[in-house]
T-cell receptor, first 113, second 112 residues
Framework: EAQVTQNPRYLITVTGKKLTVTCSQN?????MSWYRQDPGLGLRQIYY???????DKGDVPEGYKVSRKEKRNFPLILESPSPNQTSLYFC????????????FGPGTRLTVL | QKEVEQDPGPLSVPEGAIVSLNCTYS??????FMWYRQYSRKGPELLMY????GNKEDGRFTAQVDKSSKYISLFIRDSQPSDSATYLC????????????FGQGTILTVHP
């Protein structure tokens, strides 16, 4: 089944404890992206990757890191999480070569205490 | 000014009604315009996208883009309770095909 998977789906952590949210797609898509969704602010793009070893900032990259060492995986790294990073995170991928026609994962709900 | 403005609603309509969802955007450089649907506790799913101005129809759904007025619309004919969801407009393109900007989303409820 074609899908984007995210792990973990739910995470509660404490301020400053490094964490990684994994994202994997099995559709051989070149493009992948991360978003956060907050009430009243909607979905906002954090980082995106047009291909392996090619990443770029979205609208809200501060406090996040990404890497794209292989096509199927695009992990999101929070080196020192803070409470304002409490949010619902979505990973997405696309075969179109760009941001349109994206296929989203199920989401990761992160709480930083 | 936000890049994409969308009335958050909520919007409540009876089953069978025609629904009109609208967005405005500020940057005329964008070429791709999308509508996503998001059910509660799920990831967004792409309904349809259009390139530049014009209409696109898919079953009961019609997307319309008017670049001259920077207006994006989604029409749902014969709305069903299963259409109850949050609808998000978005645009991409411009200086980077990788960047995607969403509107806030409109919460739609179709009651039987």
């Amino acid at each position: 089944e074609a899908q984007v998977t995210q792990n973990p789906r739910y995470l509660i952590t404490v301020t400053g404890k490094k964490l990684t949210v994994t994202c994997s797609q099995n559709m051989n898509h070149e493009y992948m992206s991360w978003y956060r969704q907050d009430p009243g602010l909607g979905l906002r793009q954090i980082y995106y990757s047009m291909n392996v070893e090619v990443t770029d900032k979205g609208d809200v990259p501060e406090g996040y890191k990404v890497s794209r060492k292989e096509k199927r995986n695009f992990p999101l790294i929070l080196e020192s999480p803070s409470p304002n990073q409490t949010s619902l995170y979505f990973c997405a991928s696309s075969s179109s070569g760009g941001a349109y026609e994206q296929f989203f994962g199920p989401g990761t709900r992160l709480t930083v205490l | 000014q936000k890049e994409v403005e969308q009335d958050p609603g909520p919007l409540s309509v009876p089953e069978g009604a025609i629904v009109s969802l609208n967005c405005t955007y500020s940057n005329s450089a964008f070429q791709y315009f999308m509508w996503y649907r998001q059910y509660s506790r799920k990831g967004p799913e792409l309904l349809m996208y259009t390139y530049s101005s014009g209409n696109k129809e898919d079953g009961r759904f019609t997307a319309q883009v008017d670049k001259s007025s920077k207006y994006i619309s989604l029409f749902i004919r014969d709305s069903q309770p299963s259409d109850s969801a949050t609808y998000l407009c978005a645009h991409a393109g411009g200086t980077s095909y990788g960047k995607l900007t969403f509107g806030q989303g409109t919460i739609l409820t179709v009651h039987p």
